[in-house]
């Protein structure tokens, strides 16, 4: 059972969310305070996986409550439910929190969010590795784009469609635009794909906040580790981006399938950038161990590491707010028979993976039973042929 703490200093507000999640009462055991002082009292005295807070609070605001949170007890969820904030409030959360939510919110988005996060367990269950992703704020930045994009945010003319473009060549800058766009704040009907069309949305004024003055996007450590080129890891993410959503497209998915497919195929091994940035001497002895064994690197991560970059970036995502066939696809791209038996984005990212690390056409690698269970082990051939006559585009140059 989960334990969530709600704070907002308005008792009506907490009166209405004990009223909405009383019929989960044998899901959940949820605790209501009124402020941030008395949070942090109850948090000392008693376990809590996810807490909830009000951004505008007095004494202690739900900013100030949730850097608390995330310093003493970086493993919890943090999650925002407030009403109408400005722009530069809601941006300063975007540091401690993981979610948010806009007043008013009705039952089955509340509900909806919190068993997304609850199922967050099924993913990655090591408590150290948890620990880990739940302190992150921001994935690493290639260091030549954030210098490219800190010049061009200063040029006074600078279009949206160049940041975007920026943003759309550095995997961890579009992983933050993309959290921050599909966030409640904004309120869109539709979830957003593209970094380059998040940056239109959310406005050059916002991007430059986040990036000048608040920081927001961190630059990878100088100091390469050996084995591990940030430049290597974009371009396969471009490429398996790029053929994951080709394969779909032939299997006529829609549109939303379509976007969820190429963001997590763009995103499916963000957990490297987690590795590399935040562990890097373990990571660099799994690389070494990978090469001098012949193994599989996501192999030896799992033994040595107790987790694999796939668990850990599907975790991240997923506390991030993604969507869950993004999360799914993310998190079990190694080995989707874990996760699903028909066709989803996770079976199109799976497939782009198995192709670009194979050799010539030979379909060996690939989980011929799972293919089978998708109704798809007769399409390899066409889904190739596909990818090779529309080759992906590449990014990063020298």
């Known amino acids: 059972m989960k334990c969530i703490l709600f704070v907002d200093d308005e008792q009506r507000v907490l009166d209405g969310l004990r009223r909405m999640l009383y ?10 305070v009124t402020g941030g002082q008395e949070a942090l009292a109850l948090l000392d ?159 050059l004024e916002t991007v430059r906040s986040l990036v000048v003055s608040m920081q927001v996007f961190s630059r990878f450590p100088e100091a390469a580790l050996a084995g591990f080129s940030y430049e290597v890891v974009m371009q396969h993410a471009v490429a398996v981006g790029t053929r994951a959503k080709q394969i779909a497209g032939f299997e006529k998915a829609d549109a939303k399938f379509l976007d969820d497919t190429f963001i997590a195929g763009l995103l499916h091994d963000v957990g490297k950038l987690v590795f590399a940035s935040r562990i890097p001497g373990p990571f660099r002895a799994v690389l070494q161990q990978a090469r001098d064994q012949q193994r599989p690197p996501v192999e030896v991560e799992a033994q040595t590491l107790g987790a694999s970059h796939a668990e850990v970036g599907g975790y991240l995502l997923g506390l991030w707010g993604f969507a869950f066939p993004v999360v799914d696809a993310v998190a079990f791209h190694h080995n989707p028979a874990a996760s699903s038996d028909s066709f989803s984005p996770l079976t199109a990212v799976y497939a782009a993976v198995q192709m670009l690390a194979q050799e010539g056409d030979q379909d060996a690698g690939f989980d011929a039973s799972y293919l089978e269970r998708c109704g798809v082990a007769g399409h390899l051939a066409r889904w190739r042929e596909i990818c090779q006559q529309q080759p992906a585009p590449e990014l990063i140059h020298a």
């Not at 009462?25 to 949820?30: I, K, L, P, S, W």
């Not at 300063?92 to 007043?103: F, N, S, T």
Request: a positive charge; hydrophobic letters at 45%.
């Open 23 to 32: 019929p989960l009462r044998n899901a959940y055991e949820t605790h209501y």
């Open 45 to 203: 005295r008693q376990h809590f996986d996810i807490i909830v807070s009000d951004v505008r609070m007095p004494e202690m605001s739900g900013v100030e409550l949730l850097h608390e949170v995330r310093r003493r007890w970086p493993q919890m969820c943090r999650i925002v439910l407030s009403g109408q904030v400005d722009r530069e409030e809601v941006l300063r959360c975007v540091g401690p929190i993981h979610q948010y939510l806009a007043k008013p919110c009705d039952a089955g988005t509340l509900k909806a969010m919190l068993a997304r996060v609850s199922a967050l367990d099924r993913i990655l269950g090591n408590p150290q590795m948890v620990r880990m992703v739940a302190q992150i704020e921001t994935l690493p930045s290639l260091p030549s784009l954030h210098e490219e994009l800190l010049a061009q945010l200063r040029t006074p003319d600078v279009s949206a469609d160049l940041i975007g473009a920026t943003i759309a060549r550095d995997v961890g800058m579009s992983a933050k635009v993309l959290q921050l766009v599909n966030s409640a704040f904004f309120g869109l009907r539709r979830r957003v794909s593209s970094p380059a069309a998040a940056v239109k949305l959310i406005g």
